[in-house]
């Protein structure tokens, strides 16, 4: 397949079946791997669909810089994005983000400024909404926590993609960030599956699992529809560090943090079922995490149990 652009090549990502993680022959466990996107995470998808989708509406013209409050996969995403459309983009950034995230971003050609004294997402979130008040007019915002396009990306490519795929595919579980990727793939699967399952994978508040956000410190983004979740499940860091270095050594798939969450729910869900697939979605791929050296480490051979509930 050639393509016309480095844009074409954002989805269609390939959804593998697991081995060694099924609880028994009738269930399945598949992970769709977004690691394979262009910038290498799940973000590419959004970022797309939020920029075209405000050229369309006329919210975004040339001259104007995009300004997006991240220290994460979505800046990188935006920052190709921009690239290729022309649009300069300023990435707001909290003070903790990696030197690697911060020099990615310069390769794409983004500009970043920091959020002073800000250790969250949510601070870099006040500062680039003050700087699109103080100057009309020069910035387009996405702002990822609260824009329709992002669970429709997920509605229209995405969800598409795992039915394609996994045509009796029984649960959805994903992790929580945003809340784009579990509303938008849920709806989709809701409105062509009779009884399919959606599953968030959350933290503990206060403990970081990069991407996931734990609905109890305070801010649910607007774009997160709870009505499609099926059941919550929290996993400790330790846990999604420990399952995502089990997933290189019994699959030789190697994935970020928040999938080594997800796959832990997606687990404990198939140990429930009496036959049916279960199907993971693994955010990012592991590059932007060997510093943590999570891989080499050893773990306790008895991580902390899953919490949470299934309402079904
Ligand atoms: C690594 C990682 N995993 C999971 C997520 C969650 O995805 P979403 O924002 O669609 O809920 C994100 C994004 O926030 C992420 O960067």
């Known amino acids: 397949m050639a393509y016309d652009s ?16 099924s609880p028994r022959p009738g ?25 075209r989708a405000a050229e369309e509406a006329g919210e975004l013209q040339p001259g104007q810089t995009v300004l997006e409050p991240t ?18 983009l300023l990435c707001v950034l909290p003070d903790n983000v990696t030197p690697e995230r911060e020099a990615l971003l310069r390769a794409f050609g983004a500009d970043v400024v920091y959020a002073e004294n800000a250790t969250s997402t949510n601070d870099a979130v006040f500062k680039a909404q003050q700087m699109v008040r103080d100057e009309p007019g020069r910035y387009f915002m996405p702002y990822q926590y609260g824009n329709e396009n992002n669970p429709r990306a997920h509605y229209e490519t995405t969800g598409p993609e795992i039915l394609r795929d996994v045509p009796e595919v029984s649960v959805f579980v994903a992790g929580l960030g945003t809340g784009g990727t579990l509303t938008g793939v849920g709806r989709y699967l809701k409105d062509n599956l009779s009884d399919v ?4 994978a959350v933290p503990h508040p206060g403990d970081l699992v990069q991407g996931l956000r734990a609905l109890e410190e305070g801010f649910i983004p ?26 290189m050594q019994k699959e030789a798939i190697f994935a970020g943090i928040s999938s080594g969450a997800v796959l832990k729910v997606a687990v404990r869900i198939a140990e429930r079922l009496e036959s049916g697939h279960v199907v993971a979605l693994l955010a990012d791929g592991g590059w932007k995490y ?11 051979e008895t991580p902390e149990e899953t919490q949470g509930t299934i309402w079904w």
């Open 27 to 51: 269930v399945s466990v598949y992970v769709k791997l977004e690691g394979y996107n262009p910038t290498g995470s799940v973000k590419d998808r959004i970022a797309l669909f939020m920029i």
């Open 6 to 21: 480095i844009l074409d090549a954002i989805g269609n990502t390939p959804l593998v079946r697991l081995n060694h993680f």
């Open 197 to 200: 399952k959606v599953i968030a």
């Open 222 to 247: 607007p774009v997160l529809d709870e009505s499609v979740l099926d059941g919550r499940i929290v996993v400790d860091s330790v846990s999604s560090f420990h399952m995502t270095k089990e997933l």
């Open 290 to 300: 060997l510093s943590t050296e999570l891989w080499s480490r050893d773990y306790d």
């Open 71 to 88: 220290s994460g996969n979505t800046g990188i995403s935006l920052a190709m994005v921009c690239r290729m459309k022309g649009y300069p």
